[in-house]
């Protein structure tokens, strides 16, 4: 189907030419649809802006104030699974293995760094859930809204023809957000969200905290198991030997599974930054200019390089701007 065919009756003949769509898109017109009430168009994500009550406060990083939330049971059950899963671990960790270990200095030191792992991961999660992943306008490919862009004749600009958004430069439609999303790498359900152009640092340290985790618990339980055997079962638990077994086994289980898809996933996310292309234009194979890696790599945590790199709590600078805040 010639893409601007759909565009026939919404556009003057002349704004035709500049508001096509993209060439892939088949089927019937979204216009038509729009007169009766359709569910591709019921909103699927819950946006809140607490801005006036972070001004009265005068907080004003923009980044923190606004709060994106995807509604999708299954993303919605994934997240809560994650959350159980560093649960279930925090439980093995601290009241099976550390509690019961001779030495205090032990227990300590890797509690210490067990935790902390486990508030960086939970926080990054957090963030990349609660974050706006660069959602583009929805409903702005009005006749107004591509005048005011001031095109000069020739120039085209792309419209996403399922939320009828002027599309920006590598901007893809998210079937679950149903919004298109600048810089959109996938939709990821373990963090109910899309990853795109302003919740990837997130993702990244999401993905790399959860794997540290997993290597961790995994040495921790492998010496737990070791320091039983070599006790006879004696005073390494609180529990009976088949249940402290069960519990060691299942967190090796869970250390082991995840701590290679999250290392994978991580590898994934840093090779997508440094060559600066996302994952959907890995498959999609586009062609176009790529910045430096070292440019790349700061474009998504941020300029200069320092320790908020590794922080979930720090907003890259470029993104605290209210510029790239847009009303839904
Ligand atoms: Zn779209
Ligand atoms: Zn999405």
Same mark, same amino acid.
Not at 103 to 116: A, Q, R, V
Not at 214 to 234: E, N, P, R
Not at 247 to 263: K, V
């Given at each position: 189907?010639?893409?601007?065919?759909?565009?026939?009756?919404?556009?003057?003949?002349?704004?035709?030419?500049?508001?096509?769509?993209?060439?892939?898109?088949?089927?019937?017109?979204?216009?038509?649809?729009?007169?009766?009430?359709?569910?591709?168009?019921?909103?699927?994500?819950?946006?809140?802006?607490?801005?006036?009550?972070?001004?009265?406060?005068?907080?004003?990083?923009?980044?923190?104030?606004?709060?994106?939330?995807?509604?999708?049971?299954?993303?919605?059950v994934c997240a809560v699974f994650t959350?159980l899963l560093?649960?279930?671990?925090?439980?093995?960790?601290?009241?099976?293995?550390?509690?019961?270990?001779?030495?205090?200095?032990?227990?300590?030191?890797?509690?210490?760094?067990?935790?902390?792992?486990?508030?960086?991961?939970?926080?990054?999660?957090?963030?990349?859930?609660?974050?706006?992943?660069?959602?583009?306008?929805?409903?702005?490919?009005?006749?107004?809204?591509?005048?005011?862009?001031?095109?000069?004749?020739?120039?085209?600009?792309?419209?996403?023809?399922? $939320?009828?958004?002027?599309?920006?430069?590598?901007?893809?439609?998210?079937?679950? $957000?149903?919004?298109?999303?600048?810089?959109?790498?996938?939709?990821?359900?373990?963090?109910?969200? $899309?990853?795109?152009?302003?919740?990837?640092?997130?993702?990244?340290?999401?993905?790399?905290?959860?794997?540290?985790?997993?290597?961790?618990?995994?040495?921790?339980?492998?010496?737990?198991?070791?320091? $039983?055997?070599?006790?006879?079962?004696?005073?390494?638990?609180?529990?009976?030997?088949?249940?402290?077994?069960?519990?060691?086994?299942?967190?090796?289980?869970?250390?082991?599974?995840?701590?290679?898809?999250?290392?994978?996933?991580?590898?994934?996310?840093?090779?997508?930054?440094?060559?600066?292309?996302?994952?959907?234009?890995?498959?999609?194979?586009?062609?176009?200019?790529?910045?430096?890696?070292?440019?790349?790599?700061?474009?998504?945590?941020?300029?200069?390089?320092?320790?908020?790199?590794?922080?979930?709590?720090?907003?890259?600078?470029?993104?605290?701007?209210?510029?790239?805040?847009?009303?839904?």
């Open positions: 189907m010639d893409a601007t065919a759909n565009l026939e009756g919404a556009f003057p003949r002349d704004l035709q030419e500049i508001a096509t769509t993209r060439p892939i898109y088949k089927g019937s017109s979204p216009y038509k649809k729009k007169k009766q009430p359709d569910k591709q168009y019921s909103e699927s994500v819950v946006f809140l802006d607490f801005s006036s009550i972070f001004s009265t406060f005068g907080y004003t990083n923009p980044a923190l104030r606004h709060v994106w939330f995807v509604k999708d049971i299954c993303g919605i959350w560093i649960l279930y671990a925090e439980y093995v960790v601290m009241f099976v293995m550390l509690i019961h270990e001779s030495s205090n200095i032990y227990s300590f030191i890797h509690g210490l760094i067990f935790n902390s792992l486990a508030f960086l991961a939970i926080s990054s999660h957090l963030r990349a859930m609660f974050t706006d992943p660069g959602a583009v306008p929805k409903g702005n490919a009005t006749k107004e809204g591509i005048e005011s862009l001031g095109l000069k004749k020739g120039e085209v600009v792309y419209k996403c023809p399922k $939320c009828i958004s002027i599309k920006p430069d590598r901007a893809h439609h998210c079937s679950v $957000c149903q919004r298109c999303i600048r810089k959109m790498d996938h939709h990821c359900p373990w963090v109910n969200n $899309c990853v795109g152009e302003n919740n990837q640092k997130y993702f990244v340290l999401f993905t790399m905290y959860i794997c540290l985790i997993s290597v961790h618990a995994l040495y921790m339980a492998v010496t737990h198991f070791i320091f $039983c055997v070599g006790k006879d079962w004696k005073a390494c638990s609180g529990m009976s030997p088949p249940a402290t077994t069960i519990f060691l086994i299942f967190l090796i289980f869970e250390g082991m599974l995840f701590g290679i898809f999250t290392g994978i996933m991580f590898g994934t996310q840093m090779s997508a930054v440094c060559t600066d292309e996302t994952g959907i234009e890995q498959l999609k194979k586009e062609e176009r200019e790529r910045r430096s890696r070292w440019l790349s790599i700061k474009g998504v945590f941020g300029h200069p390089f320092s320790i908020h790199w590794f922080s979930p709590f720090s907003t890259p600078r470029f993104l605290t701007s209210e510029k790239i805040y847009y009303s839904v």
